[in-house]
Nanobody
Framework: QVQLVESGGGWVQPGVSLRLSCAASVRAFSTYTLGWFRQAPGKEREFVAALSSNGGTITYSDSVKGRFAVSRDNAKNTLYLQMNSLKPEDTAVYSC???????????????????WGQGTQVTVSS
């Protein structure tokens, strides 16, 4: 059974940084593509970032490119999202996601992913 648990969210002021973590309970973690999505109140779920099993392929949404960095530690079964220069429009619930099968392509649509964490709230406000 796959379990994804996010942590690291909170309330921060604009311009500061925050790092999110996603701990995965899954066999062969290192073979899975992983992604981050976010959902703000009243809006649809939005792609943030994703990376391949070995981290060799990484993609970001235009809204976070240059400010956010996704990474993974396969030895710790953990996915990270380093968020810098946070803006109020980054306020959302952030969730990590994993596709149904290993060695999947790096997808940017929610339908590319089967397993989801419960999410962690990030609020950026002065």
């Amino acid at each position: 059974q796959v379990q994804l648990v996010e942590s690291g969210g909170g309330w921060v002021q604009p311009g500061v940084s925050l790092r999110l973590s996603c701990a995965a309970s899954v066999r062969a973690f290192s073979t899975y593509t992983l992604g981050w999505f976010r959902q703000a109140p009243g809006k649809e779920r939005e792609f943030v970032a994703a990376l391949s099993s070995n981290g060799g392929t990484i993609t970001y949404s235009d809204s976070v490119k240059g400010r956010f960095a996704v990474s993974r530690d396969n030895a710790k079964n953990t996915l990270y999202l380093q968020m810098n220069s946070l803006k109020p429009e980054d306020t959302a619930v952030y969730s990590c996601a994993m596709p149904a099968y290993p060695w999947s392509r790096v997808g940017t649509a929610p339908s590319d992913y089967k397993y989801w964490g419960q999410g962690t709230q990030v609020t950026v406000s002065s």
